[in-house]
Antibody, heavy 118, light 107 residues
Framework: EVQLVQSGAEVKKPGESLKISCKNSGYSFTTYWIGWVRQTPGKGLEWMGSIYPGDSDTRYSPSFQGQVAISADKSITTAYLQWSNLKASDTAMYYC???????????WGQGTLVTVSS | SYVLTQPPSVSVAPGQTARITCGGNKIGSKSVHWYQQKPGQAPVLVVYDDSDRPSGIPERFSGSNSGNTATLTISRVEAGDEADYFCQVWDSSGDHVFGTGTKVTVL
């Protein structure tokens, strides 16, 4: 059974750093792209970027380039989303999702709620 | 950047048919995917590549795509279909783009 299990909710202050995780199981982790998607009440779903764990090839949305870092550790089949300088505007739900052989996202994590507040 | 436009809301009576549109420039030339999201849950893929259904998705869910509009059709609507629905494409620029989302209300 394919499963993507994300780390728990986080409460941070502006300027702090954060790394959230997405543990993958039930399939060959190195042969599918993994994407990260942000959801806010005002802006719906936004694709942030994706990584191919097989060779760590990473693509970013222009809107998030330079704002976050995506990485993966093949040895523990886990993908990561990282911030070095959080802002209040980063408050959102974040999902990881496996990309099919095409361009759809067929399996999703349960989401990680990130709250940034002073 | 590529933009996908959906109606904010669609209302439908039980047993009737709901049609949710997704508008984009020459969207007919792209593969469109649809997701259902219920409150407090992650999105679920219900249609991919315009009209294919993942395993476990009822045949009541179908899709079409032509010209500047893609459509998700839900036949014989049930109370459990009440949710937000999002369309998504992969743009030639290399970005995944999501639609604005449509809230389906079952009357």
């Amino acid at each position: 059974e394919v499963q993507l299990v994300q780390s728990g909710a986080e409460v941070k202050k502006p300027g702090e750093s954060l790394k959230i995780s997405c543990k993958n199981s039930g399939y060959s982790f190195t042969t599918y792209w993994i994407g990260w998607v942000r959801q806010t009440p005002g802006k719906g779903l936004e694709w942030m970027g994706s990584i191919y764990p097989g060779d760590s090839d990473t693509r970013y949305s222009p809107s998030f380039q330079g704002q976050v870092a995506i990485s993966a550790d093949k040895s523990i089949t886990t993908a990561y989303l990282q911030w070095s300088n959080l802002k209040a505007s980063d408050t959102a739900m974040y999902y990881c999702a496996r990309q099919t052989g095409g361009t759809a996202f067929d399996y999703w994590g349960q989401g990680t709620l990130v709250t940034v507040s002073s | 950047s590529y933009v996908l436009t959906q109606p904010p809301s669609v209302s439908v009576a039980p047993g009737q048919t709901a049609r949710i549109t997704c508008g984009g420039n020459k969207i007919g030339s792209k593969s469109v995917h649809w997701y259902q999201q219920k409150p407090g849950q992650a999105p679920v893929l219900v249609v991919y590549d315009d009209s294919d259904r993942p395993s476990g998705i009822p045949e009541r869910f179908s899709g079409s795509n032509s010209g500047n509009t893609a459509t998700l059709t839900i036949s014989r609507v049930e109370a459990g279909d009440e949710a937000d629905y999002f369309c998504q494409v992969w743009d030639s620029s290399g970005d995944h783009v999501f639609g604005t989302g449509t809230k389906v209300t079952v009357l």
